[in-house]
């Protein structure tokens, strides 16, 4: 079992930036892939951005060039660095673990995100 607690959501004004942090703790020898995804109300959970193998990110159009995501292997924590904040992300954001590409996958309980004047 894998418990994920994410941190660093509140309230911001537009432009402004926020840091998420996610920590993974329980039976892990390795975390394969994390993730951090975002649900606004009345939409569905999308995915924001992805690191695999320690190294591989990807990040969703919508905040390429404004977030970026990073992990600290060593503290079992992944990062979402959010610059340049708009009003359309707010959401609830959640983290994602998978410790095999063939594992199912964990979920934090998320943590909200307001950019609003």
């Known amino acids: 079992q894998v418990q994920l607690v994410e941190s660093g959501g509140g309230l911001v004004q537009p432009g402004g930036s926020l840091r998420l942090s996610c920590a993974a703790s329980?039976?892990?020898?390795?975390?394969?892939?994390w993730g951090w995804y975002r649900q606004a109300p009345g939409s569905q959970r999308e995915l924001v951005a992805t690191?695999?193998?320690?190294?591989?990110?990807d990040e969703s159009d919508s905040v390429k060039g404004r977030f970026t995501i990073s992990l600290d292997s060593a503290k079992n924590t992944v990062y979402l660095q959010m610059n340049t904040l708009k009003s359309e992300d707010t959401a609830v954001y959640y983290c994602?673990?998978?410790?095999?590409?063939?594992?199912?996958?964990?979920w934090g309980r998320g943590t909200q995100v307001t950019v609003s004047s």
């Open positions: 994602f673990v998978k410790l095999a590409r063939l594992s199912p996958g964990f």
């Open positions: 329980g039976r892990i020898s390795n975390i394969y892939h």
């Open positions: 690191i695999t193998n320690g190294a591989y990110t």
